[in-house]
């Protein structure tokens, strides 16, 4: 450890309590980074591609996850190591902003990393590496552009859409299934986009699940269903064109926020008291029926005298509905929410045309089912299967489907998959290191290697000979000029990713690209690493 | 660049684990078949019990043949394992039945799937053969499903069957024609819904098994306050939810302060009198009994015998709703508009004893679904098991009245789904076909397993049924017949499954394999420390209950394997 010393020759503390903390400098400190950035990306090769495997991961308390999605790979593997948790990171903005493709940004920068390495040993310094591959990133996404394709879509044609779907979803668990699943969430996408805004508010899309039932049960509901029943048990089931009042207040004696105390102080007071409390449930009531509701739906719980004088009243009630879905619904049925019995009226009512009760298997499970609202933007997507964890991979393998294909209706250009779109990458990059003098002409050449990881785990996991495809697919690349070959994962007997139909959003592999260049360079310009030592 | 295999390690958490490839693979397969091998022993009519004792504080202990019980109560590790529990448990929830076969089915398909990874056939291959087959073979099962709704008398004796296949397996064996036609009758009246809260079980210790009978009013575990009518003809009840304790005033902060003794007295007395408006108004609704969820104290006990009316109290949740559900009243809280109130009605509401205990039973009711069973036995242990078998059985029959379909048993769907699949795999071209294969042998296990824990011949048997299906696929009703220790015909001895359990066994149990094998890395995280260890863990104690069985079956506790 380096100490400094004042001009007394007293050493300076410069750490505090030094001796405990542990800490590695310099290309040490380069190199041991990189380890960690590489066994965490080394875990997830497996999982790329239609062939990828899943991962099952057991959590502290027993509970187990099985999937094939990066992002809850890595959020549940609770990686401890800081640079470790930069890839999580990584994984984690990929999915925010793009929603898919969070395995390949992360192989991705595993693979720039691991380049960077052999470069160090050849004494390059850390930030002429970074320099160059962020030249290369900009060749590469300058190619991108150049290979992309564009395809026109509207609500009848959404072929295109269905089928890039289906390239996300073939690599999960429902794969068996993927056509029908794909279709279901392009409809829902469909169902919800602005198409004059180019935009779409996934918030309209739930997705719920419920264990039991097969895959091919999950549907597409043009409504809302809510994990709730009728607060009272003889309340009707089902409902006809329902007005609907969306309540914040509980069906409860006011208590005012303000600490109070109601003196009883004789016979008199205690009669108007229970007077007024009786009044008081009487009027809720009554104020709900006047405005001409025929179903409340309410945030808080119901006292039981309320809840009778409801069903008294003919009035069937909800209760204890979650925020999100009284938002939801409230956007939906066109319905003000109203957080005073006071306030409601007939024009604060939503209307929704069917709202039923429904109940699945031999358990008591039952659930509201909401259908026939005015605004129907809002949809469900209500997913059956097996088990739960097969519900919670199908909800994942749903969610990036979706979130696919809103990036195409936000911005239609697709690059080809299977490897396809890197190989031409790494070509381009090859071909413009050659152009740019200085140390950087290495980093790029790295660059162009590092490209090459994807198309090789996708030959490596599809059970191919990963060198011999890769090289086969690229030369026929170079000398057809055609940026469409990439690896026949399928064994369709084409290397022709169009004829295979296998699409990737441009946009998401931009940002792949991107952030995995990012994340590289932040992790090369980290020359010293300090941090308490783990045991004490 | 030579990284160590554990390097991994080093970047989690402290304590966390990870296990790659063929490491993860074996530790996956051999967890799902450990706790296959488990369960195996209890498929078939003549499968053994197993002792399930609590690690808690009570140590109970749990006699039973349900495989989602077992399975349950298991305290297991593995996280394979758990994967096979899970989807027993979902196995037991959709369709009551059946939930040890889907794990026996999903572990011969992975100890099938890891003797074709041995042969380095790549697991998406596999799976790829798996669904494939899965597909044809549930073809075959709607292809080969009967169904007899169109004729009442030949559905009944359908449901029968189904009854009494069910319960062949569970200790309710001695009596089953007794309990399916009990469970049967308790079905029918629900005349389609499933909705199993309409019929009653309740458990007496005492008598024999055969005591138990069915029910066609609903009792209640409850007795009539003192001084009141013990019997009350053409019944008018009212069903509440209200406090008959004391009448809280709701609204928040309220609070009595007084300066002198007899104003408490007064208020006091107010109180009183606000009780006794309450039970005023109750009586008004010119009821004979009224029945409340909640406490009924002294003083409104008495003003309702000093009125004549039946009062009971403290119904739980459940009893309720039930019985708002079979008398057709409404359940109230309020009681200030007695016109509107619709009254529960029924016939007869007295007092009954079974056994020593004294019980209040309502007959003739408004509603006809709703029914009682009354189980009768020597312990607890028994009881409670009688309790799951008939669970099963009413499970079962609920769901055949939604889908009528039903297949033979005795291993006959699964022969039929074997042939059809071997076929498959005999015009697919490819390593797929291996696969294919394999899902039919695991299949044929059924049977296998049903001759194994009947102490026959597996052997001779399944191979003697695969040649009777194979000379005539379509008219075979060849299964295995445990009686005779033969090959007999389904048909004549009436051995009849629900469509719909073998339909969800197979696929779940295939969703399952295909889940399991495609892991190739487990990370398992720093288990969360806890005071006490495994508090309320059970062990499992294999032992066979009685000498039914005559077959000597290996006493190894299967303590499921953790990896390592």
Sequence with gaps: MSLAFDEYGRPFIIIREQEKKSRVKGIEAVKSNIQAAKAVSRVLRTSLGPKGMDKMLQG????????????????????????????????????????????????????????????????????????????????ALKRLDEIAATFEHDADNNEELVKTCMTTLSSKIVGRHKRELAEMCVKAVLTVADLERKDVNLDLIKLDGKVGGRLEDTALVNGIVLDKDMSHPQMPKHLQDVKMAILTCPFEPPKPKTKHKVDISSVEQFESLRKQEQEYFRNMVQLCKDSGATLVVCQWGFDDEANHLLMHNDLPAVRWVGGVELELLALATGARIVPRFQELNSAKLGYAKSVKEISFGTT???????????????????????????????????????????????????????GAAEMSCSLAVEAAADQVPGVEQYAMRAFADALDIIPLSLAENSGLPPIESLTEVKTRQMREGNPYLGIDCNDAGTNDMRQQN????????????????QVCKMILKIDDVIKPSEYE | MAIPSNFTASV???????????????????????????????????????????????????????????????????????????????????????????????????????????????????????????????????????????????????????????????????????????????????????????????????????????????????????????????????????????????????????????????????????????CEAI?????????????????????????????????????????????????????????NVKLGTCAVVEEMMIGEDRMI???????????????????????????????????????????????????????????????????????????????ARALRQIPTIICDNAGLDSAEIVSQLRA??????????????????????????????????????????????????????????????????????????????????LQAEPLVSHVPASDH
């Design chain 1, 364 to 418: 008591r499970d039952r659930m509201l089912l909401i259908e026939g609202m005015p605004n129907s933007r809002a949809v469900t997507i209500f997913v059956r299967g097996g088990n739960k964890m097969m519900i919670d991979e199908t909800k994942r393998s749903l969610h990036d489907a979706l979130c696919v294909a809103r990036n195409l209706v936000r911005d239609n250009r697709i690059v080809y998959g299977g």
């Design chain 2, 12 to 278: 989690l958490q402290h304590g966390a684990t990870e296990e790659k490839g063929e490491h993860a693979r074996l530790a996956s397969f051999v967890g799902a078949m450990a706790i296959a091998d488990l369960v195996k022993s209890t498929l078939g009519p003549k499968g053994m019990d197993k002792i399930l004792q609590s690690l808690s504080r009570g140590r109970e202990v749990t006699v039973t043949n349900d495989g989602a019980t077992i399975l349950k109560s298991v305290y297991v590790d593995n996280p394979a394992a758990k994967v096979l529990v899970d989807m027993s448990k979902t196995q037991d929830d959709e369709v009551g039945d059946g939930t040890t076969s889907v794990v026996v089915l999903a572990g011969e398909l992975l100890r099938e799937a890891e003797q074709l990874v041995a042969q380095k056939i790549h697991p998406m291959v596999i799976i790829a053969g798996f669904r494939e087959a899965a597909e044809v073979a549930r073809q075959r099962l709607v292809a080969i499903a009967r169904d007899n709704k169109a004729d009442p008398v030949a559905f009944r004796a359908d449901l029968v069957n189904i009854a009494k296949t069910t319960l062949s397996s569970k200790i309710l064996t001695q009596e089953k024609s007794h309990f399916a036609e009990l469970a049967v009758d308790a079905v029918l009246r629900l005349k389609g819904s499933t909705n199993l809260d309409a019929i009653q079980i309740i458990k007496k210790p005492g008598g024999t098994i055969k005591d138990s009978f069915l029910d066609e009013g609903f009792i209640l575990d409850k007795r009539i306050g003192v001084g009141q009518p013990k019997r009350v003809e053409n019944a008018k009840i009212l069903v509440a939810n209200t406090a008959m304790d004391t009448d809280k005033i709701k609204i928040y902060g309220a609070r009595v302060k007084v300066d002198s003794m007899s104003k408490v007295a007064e208020i006091e007395a107010a109180e009183k009198d606000k009780m006794k408006q309450k």
């Design chain 2, 361 to 439: 039973h309502f007959s003739g009711c408004a509603l006809n679904e709703a029914c009682t069973i009354v189980l009768r036995g020597a312990s607890h242990h028994v009881l409670d098991e009688a309790e799951r078998s008939l669970h099963d059985a009413l499970c079962v029959l609920s769901q055949t009245v939604r889908d009528s379909r039903v297949i033979y048993g005795g291993g006959w769907a699964e022969m039929q789904m074997a042939r059809v699949v071997d076929d498959l795999a005999a015009h697919t071209p490819g390593k797929k076909s291996l696969a294919m294969n394999a899902f």
């Design chain 1, 60 to 139: 502290p308390d027993g509970d187990i996850v099985i999937t094939n999605d990066g992002a809850t790979i890595l959020e549940q593997m609770e990686v401890e190591n800081q640079i470790g948790k930069l890839l999580v990171e990584l994984s984690k903005s990929q999915d925010h902003e793009i929603g898919d493709g969070t395995t390949g940004v992360t192989v991705m920068a595993g693979a720039l990393l691991e380049q960077a390495e052999t470069l160090l040993d050849r004494g390059i310094h850390p930030l002429r590496i970074a320099e160059g591959y962020e030249m290369a990133c900009k060749v």
């Design chain 2, 468 to 549: 009777a299906h194979a000379a005539e696929p379509d008219a075979s009703n060849a299964g295995v017949d445990v009686t005779i220790g033969g090959v007999g015909d389904m048909q004549q001895l009436g051995i009849f499954e629900a469509f719909k359990v073998k339909n969800a066994a197979l696929l779940s149990a295939t969703e399952a394999a295909e889940m399991i094998l495609r892991v190739d890395d487990i990370i398992k995280a720093a288990p969360r420390q806890r005071e006490g260890g495994m508090r309320g863990a059970r062990r499992v104690i294999l032992t066979p209950l009685a000498a039914v069985n």
């Design chain 1, 502 to 517: 296998v699409f990737e959003t441009l946009m998401g592999k931009k940002q792949q690209l991107m952030l995995a260049t």
């Design chain 2, 283 to 339: 009586v008004a609704h010119g009821i004979s009994v009224f029945v409340n969820r909640q406490l009924i104290y002294n003083f409104p006990e008495q003003l309702f015998a000093d009125a004549g009316v039946m009062a009971i109290e403290h119904a739980d949740f459940d009893g309720i709703e039930r019985l708002a559900l079979v008398t057709g009243g409404e359940i109230t809280s309020t009681f200030d508009d007695p016109t």
